[in-house]
């Protein structure tokens, strides 16, 4: 190897103080390393589990054809958003009551 490349001897004095700061570096990162498994396992333990989609109630007959994209439940209505932009509305009792066609 090159002379000129090679680096020079370290002083005895600064070898403890290497040893420390490997140390302290090591420290940081086991800690480091703690913290994510700390905030990951948080994160997975109190956010909810990814809700369902609501069923239609047995008393609700769509129109031939129609496909649900959206249900939203109201205190004595149900609405549904079709695939096709219609927009039904339903009573408690599961009769159509409105029917809403989007405009082109």
Known sequence: MDERLAEPP???E???HLR???VLVAVLAGTMSL?????????WLRLPPVAEVPQL???IALPEG???AAVTFARDWTVVVTETGEV??????G???QQVTPRP
């Open 10 to 12: 370290l002083p005895p």
């Open 14 to 16: 600064a070898v403890p």
């Open 20 to 22: 420390f700061l490997k």
């Open 35 to 43: 913290g994510m498994v700390a905030i990951v396992a948080l994160l």
């Open 57 to 59: 109630p047995e008393a």
């Open 66 to 68: 129609a496909r649900p």
């Open 88 to 93: 039904l509305l339903y009573d408690r009792g």
């Open 95 to 97: 009769a159509l009551r």
